[in-house]
C-alpha cells in the first residue's frame, strides 16, 4: 500500500514550457486535490475532484488544468509556465463523509513535487 | 467565507517545555471540520486530528492535546514536555461543505523549533 504518490519529484521547467504532474492513490479514495505550498502562505488548493471524471476550481486555478481519467490518478497540467507557478506541489486525497451533506475527513498527502520555473 | 489564522509564524522552546500553538477561524456555516497536520522537515504532510463543530470535546493523545472553543472560534493545540522531533510547521485547516464536495482553508503554518 503505496498511499499517495507524485511523479516527479523534482522539476526545472523555462518559462513558456508545459508540464504534467501525476498523482495517484491506491486507498480507493473518491476525493483528490492539488495544492500549491508557498512560504508563509500554507497551502493554498489550485483544484480538486470529487469523482472520476469530475474536476472543479479551488482558491487558485488560473494557469492550471486538471483531469481525473480514472479513479486513483489526479493529473495536474501547466500549459505555459510561468516563474510565479514555482512553488511546492502536493496531491492529496480523502474519501468523503458516509453522511451525504456533511464534509472532511482527513487528507492524505503526497510527498510533494518541488518545481522551478526559470 | 472561510479563514483561517495562525497568529503565530515561529515559535522557539527548549526541550521539555510546554507549548501552545494557536488556531483562530472564519466560517458562516454551522457545519464544518477543524484539523491539524504536522510537517516535518521531510516536507511531507501528517495528519494529526480531526474535531467536527458539533463536537466540542478536548482530546488528548499522549503529549498532544487540542482544545476547540465555539465561541471564540479557536481549535489551539498543546504539545506537553516537548522533545526535539516535534520541531515542524504545523497547518490548522478548516473543512467545509460546498456544492459537489468540499473544500479546505490552510493557516499559513507555525513554525516550531524544539532546542535540545
Known amino acids: 500500500n503505496a498511499g499517495v504518490t507524485q511523479t516527479p519529484k523534482f522539476r526545472v521547467l523555462k518559462t513558456g514550457q508545459s508540464m504534467t504532474l501525476l498523482c495517484a492513490q491506491d486507498?480507493?479514495?473518491?476525493?483528490m486535490y492539488w495544492y500549491r505550498q508557498d512560504p508563509g502562505m500554507g497551502l493554498r488548493l489550485i483544484h480538486y475532484s470529487v469523482g472520476e471524471g469530475t474536476t472543479a476550481k479551488g482558491e487558485v486555478p488560473d494557469g492550471y488544468n486538471v483531469s481525473r481519467l480514472k479513479k486513483q490518478n489526479f493529473l495536474l497540467g501547466l500549459e505555459s509556465a510561468a516563474p510565479s507557478q514555482t512553488s511546492v506541489y502536493f496531491c492529496?486525497?480523502?474519501?468523503?463523509?458516509?453522511?451525504?451533506?456533511?464534509?472532511?475527513?482527513?487528507?492524505?498527502f503526497g510527498p510533494g513535487t518541488r518545481l522551478t520555473v526559470t | 467565507a472561510q479563514k483561517v489564522t495562525q497568529a503565530q509564524t515561529e515559535i522557539s522552546v527548549v526541550e521539555k517545555e510546554d507549548v501552545t500553538l494557536d488556531c483562530v477561524y472564519e466560517?458562516?456555516?454551522?457545519?464544518?471540520?477543524l484539523f491539524w497536520y504536522k510537517q516535518p522537515p521531510s516536507g511531507e504532510l501528517v495528519f494529526l486530528i480531526r474535531?467536527?463543530?458539533?463536537?466540542?470535546q478536548n482530546e488528548i493523545s499522549g503529549r498532544y492535546s487540542w482544545n476547540f472553543q465555539k465561541s471564540t472560534s479557536s481549535f489551539n493545540f498543546t504539545i506537553t514536555a516537548s522533545q526535539v522531533v516535534d520541531s515542524a510547521v504545523y497547518f490548522c485547516a478548516l473543512s467545509e461543505a460546498s456544492t459537489g464536495g468540499f473544500k479546505t482553508i490552510f493557516g499559513a503554518g507555525t513554525r516550531l523549533f524544539v532546542k535540545a
Open positions: 486507498m480507493n479514495h473518491e476525493y
Open positions: 492529496a486525497s480523502s474519501y468523503p463523509s458516509p453522511n451525504p451533506g456533511l464534509a472532511g475527513y482527513e487528507q492524505y
Open positions: 466560517t458562516r456555516d454551522t457545519t464544518y471540520y
Open positions: 474535531r467536527n463543530s458539533f463536537d466540542e
